[in-house]
């Protein structure tokens, strides 16, 4: 059930309103178990908040090579547009594939954030930018000589909490939060959301009942596990 041409931006608004957790709950319902992503993900800088959109991906691997830059990093990121997060591909290892300067080029874009299976530096100048990336590691060093683009919008793979690797086609949604990081298949991103909103309307309606001195007990016979 893919999202209507006209309606991307309308679902990603609402999928920012819910948790990880709730959508990660969902996804186990549909049988789709192993969506989230490994706790090494973690915010940088870490006051920018939630982040959710839909997958531009880019995939790169650790190379050596001569030369001042790398194009094809340059003309891959410049595809990424309104309300998508770049998903970085290629098991980086010590070496930034982020930094200042794309996270400025892709929030005048409007691009909705990014996520790096590799490293980010610049971390105090993106944060007063107030633009959200998951990454797995902080470090100085460049990619440049060391890790280069290979390919974009491509489907990539991303370490995993409960699978080696979780896949990532692109249009795929991806939310994250404090509690991390899930990736929802495109064809149910729909589904998810609505079932997501139910859910999260019966936890507050929980939590209310908990405030007014209900029971863990009498609220879980009541609405069941959650």
Do not use: N
């Not at 090579?65 to 309104?82: I, L, Q, W």
């Not at 729909?190 to 863990?216: H, N, P, S």
Request: contains cysteine; aromatic residues 8%.
């Amino acid at each position: 059930m893919a999202p209507d041409a006209g309606a991307p931006e309308a679902i990603r608004r609402r999928y920012l309103k819910v948790d990880t957790a709730t959508v990660a709950d969902v996804l186990d319902t549909l049988g789709l178990r192993d969506q989230g992503l490994a706790p090494s993900f973690a915010l940088y800088p870490a006051g920018a908040g939630r982040m959710g959109g839909w997958a531009y991906t880019i995939r790169g691997k650790m190379t050596r090579y001569r030369g001042s830059g790398d194009p094809a990093k340059m003309k891959a990121v410049d595809g990424a547009g309104k309300g998508e997060i770049t998903v970085w591909s290629g098991a980086g290892k010590g070496v930034c594939f982020f930094g200042e300067l794309i996270a400025l080029g892709m929030k005048r874009r409007g691009c909705a954030g990014a996520l790096v299976d590799g490293g980010i530096r610049d971390i105090e100048w993106i944060a007063r930018q107030r633009f959200p990336v998951y990454a797995r590691y902080r470090t100085p060093v460049q990619s440049i000589g060391r890790w280069k683009v290979t390919a974009c919008q491509v489907p990539v793979t991303l370490p995993g909490a409960t699978a080696k690797r979780v896949k990532v086609h692109p249009g795929d949604f991806v939310l994250a939060d404090t509690d991390g990081v899930i990736v929802v298949p495109v064809g149910f991103a729909v589904k998810v959301l609505a079932d997501a909103e139910r859910l999260t309307k019966k936890e507050i309606r929980i939590r209310r009942e908990l405030g007014r001195g209900a029971t863990l007990e009498s609220v879980l016979r009541k609405y069941g596990h959650v």
